[in-house]
């Protein structure tokens, strides 16, 4: 089971130098990538739009990196981590999530949707900005450079070179979510008594 999140505020803007560098962030989103964004203090990405996203716990994330090879876009904003997907697949997550057997199982998955946002890392190459800012695990391409897509919404099948379709994405995520929440739970460090729940799906 996972969770769709709320719309969140847009950070208001400051002045100084963050302001600057967060407007220099935003005009090379815009124009390098052509995606929309919001504030400069910190730039915000809206979700539902371009691409929806994925967010897990940071060492979920990595383990879906490993497990999958290839994704779209990947982000990490201090213990979480954030995949780009299809927009659109926010709201065909629940469902697919059923449609996997996964959907009676609870899951440390965030699905951000339309109206959604999340904290834009710095450009590829740029400083990190702040302790704790989001950066680029797995950075966007340039479209002209035939940068790594986002995973589709239809198909079983991986497009040649690209990112997974959604299906593989969502059921590596669902697993390794388990997977962890299954390890906690031999360590003894289940908060909610439901290790014989957790052992059925091992």
């Given at each position: 089971?996972?969770?769709?999140?709320?719309?969140?505020?847009?950070?208001?803007?400051?002045?100084?130098?963050?302001?600057?560098?967060?407007?220099?962030?935003?005009?090379?989103?815009?124009?390098?990538?052509?995606?929309?964004?919001?504030?400069?203090?910190?730039?915000?990405?809206?979700?539902?739009?371009?691409?929806?996203?994925?967010?897990?716990?940071?060492?979920?994330?990595?383990?879906?990196?490993?497990?999958?090879?290839?994704?779209?876009?990947?982000?990490?904003?201090?213990?979480?981590?954030?995949?780009?997907?299809?927009?659109?697949?926010?709201?065909?997550?629940?469902?697919?999530?059923?449609?996997?057997?996964?959907?009676?199982?609870?899951?440390?998955?965030?699905?951000?949707?339309?109206?959604?946002?999340?904290?834009?890392?710095?450009?590829?190459?740029?400083?990190?900005?702040?302790?704790?800012?989001?950066?680029?695990?797995?950075?966007?391409?340039?479209?002209?450079?035939?940068?790594?897509g986002l995973p589709d919404l239809a198909g079983l099948g991986s497009r040649g070179g690209g990112a997974?379709?959604?299906?593989?994405?969502?059921?590596?995520?669902?697993?390794?979510?388990?997977?962890?929440?299954?390890?906690?739970?031999?360590?003894?460090?289940?908060?909610?008594?439901?290790?014989?729940?957790?052992?059925?799906?091992?």
């Amino acid at each position: 089971m996972a969770n769709t999140s709320p719309p969140s505020p847009p950070s208001p803007d400051g002045g100084g130098e963050g302001h600057d560098e967060g407007a220099r962030w935003a005009r090379w989103y815009e124009r390098e990538l052509g995606w929309t964004t919001e504030g400069v203090a910190p730039v915000q990405l809206p979700t539902g739009l371009l691409f929806d996203v994925l967010e897990v716990p940071a060492a979920v994330g990595l383990a879906v990196l490993r497990r999958v090879g290839r994704t779209g876009p990947v982000a990490s904003t201090g213990s979480r981590t954030s995949l780009l997907v299809a927009a659109g697949s926010a709201e065909e997550l629940p469902g697919l999530l059923d449609w996997l057997e996964w959907g009676g199982v609870a899951l440390s998955l965030t699905a951000v949707g339309r109206g959604g946002r999340i904290e834009a890392p710095a450009p590829p190459g740029g400083a990190a900005g702040r302790p704790g800012a989001a950066v680029w695990l797995r950075p966007p391409g340039l479209p002209r450079e035939g940068g790594p897509g986002l995973p589709d919404l239809a198909g079983l099948g991986s497009r040649g070179g690209g990112a997974p379709d959604l299906v593989r994405l969502v059921d590596a995520v669902a697993t390794e979510c388990h997977r962890a929440r299954l390890m906690r739970a031999r360590a003894g460090r289940s908060t909610d008594g439901s290790t014989a729940q957790l052992l059925a799906f091992s």
